[in-house]
């Protein structure tokens, strides 16, 4: 069976750079927006639309795990989300059938929960965070330290939604990973190289 | 200045186990018991004692960083337990200033955030925690499942209070660590051999 690794992160974290630097430290594949591309080349949808649809959190009262019987097939936007969290799931598991990886976001530690992997989560301080997303910003980006707060709340928070949707469980609760790593002292590339030993 | 390892970790989770092996990793001086020893002698309290004032929530309405204005010396037992916090705040300091080491529970983290320790904390799933306790305990104990796991959450309860009381913030947040590590599928020895490479 092939070595999976899953990394949940909060955004401005550094989790995306700790996946790949991990991928490299451990010579696995390394899946992140490719996961996108695979999702829009099967539903004949854009990646930009399928990326709008990931990111927001699903319009529904009830999480999928309860509401399930609920919903007799009246909301489009809501058959849709399912549609493309289905086709996710596929490819997420034909990743893992593939060869060693890890894989960013994508509730992958719960969809391929049957193939044990070691799953992550990177989070952060507030302070570090917001350093990290004025860095990576492009140069003409005015947002004042209020507004770039609340941008990062705001993706958090749409994340916490979809994921607690999908999975019925609490995102960023810690019972639910193997490790969870504070990048706000130790950097990505710190970290991936100890994290590598533990896989 | 001395490197600091603090080790926070939920009873059954192999914790203890895990700053012994990291501090022989990185030869570093351990110290857990000791730090009960040091205040005993200190204090002219026994050993047993201490231990039990140390492991039993402080009584009051109060945490200690709100309520210290509104405690005018009414309460000894608050008082001597207070008392005992401050002496073993002081040991640490020592210890910390004396060498490398590695430091297991006692509000350590908080107590020397300003040497900026590495904070860890250790836990695990309930099952994994029940394994543990059950191969660690007398031949001769004969709990019921459901008696050890009230005995598990009892005593987490107790140090999540007296931490809150002493420090203002909340046990087991992962915000307060630098790495949390779940030892249900990793154990305290493999575990111990990666976070060496990270402190």
């Known amino acids: 069976m092939n070595?999976?690794?899953t990394i949940g992160r909060e955004f401005g974290s550094g989790g995306r750079e700790l996946g790949r630097?991990?991928?490299e430290e451990l010579g696995f594949a390394y899946y992140?927006?490719?996961?996108?591309?695979?999702?829009?080349?099967?539903?004949?949808?854009?990646e930009g639309y399928v990326q709008q649809v990931l990111e927001h959190r699903p319009v529904s009262l009830f999480p999928i795990t309860v509401g399930r019987s609920l919903h007799l097939g009246g909301d489009p936007m809501?058959?849709?989300?399912?549609?493309i969290y289905q086709q996710q799931a596929r490819i997420l598991k034909e990743m893992a059938q593939n060869s060693n990886c890890v894989l960013v976001g994508r509730c992958a530690d719960y969809i391929l929960r049957d193939e044990g992997p070691f799953r992550l989560f990177?989070?952060?301080?507030?302070?570090?965070r917001l350093r990290r997303c004025r860095e990576k910003a492009p140069?003409?980006?005015q947002l004042t330290d209020k507004e770039l707060r609340q941008q990062i709340l705001g993706v958090d928070k749409n994340r916490a939604k979809y994921y607690e949707?999908?999975?019925?469980?609490?995102?960023?609760?810690k019972l639910n990973y193997d490790l969870c790593?504070?990048?706000?002292?130790?950097?990505?590339k710190e970290a991936a190289q100890a994290i590598a030993r533990l896989v």
Chains 1, 2 share one sequence.
């Open 78 to 83: 809501l058959d849709q989300s399912r549609a």
């Open 181 to 188: 790593v504070n990048t706000t002292r130790t950097g990505p």
């Open 139 to 141: 140069e003409n980006e």
């Open 122 to 128: 990177v989070y952060a301080e507030m302070e570090s």
């Open 165 to 173: 949707f999908y999975t019925g469980r609490r995102w960023g609760d």
């Open 32 to 46: 992140d927006r490719e996961i996108l591309t695979g999702i829009a080349e099967r539903t004949a949808l854009s």
């Open 3 to 5: 070595k999976i690794v």
């Open 21 to 23: 630097r991990l991928a």
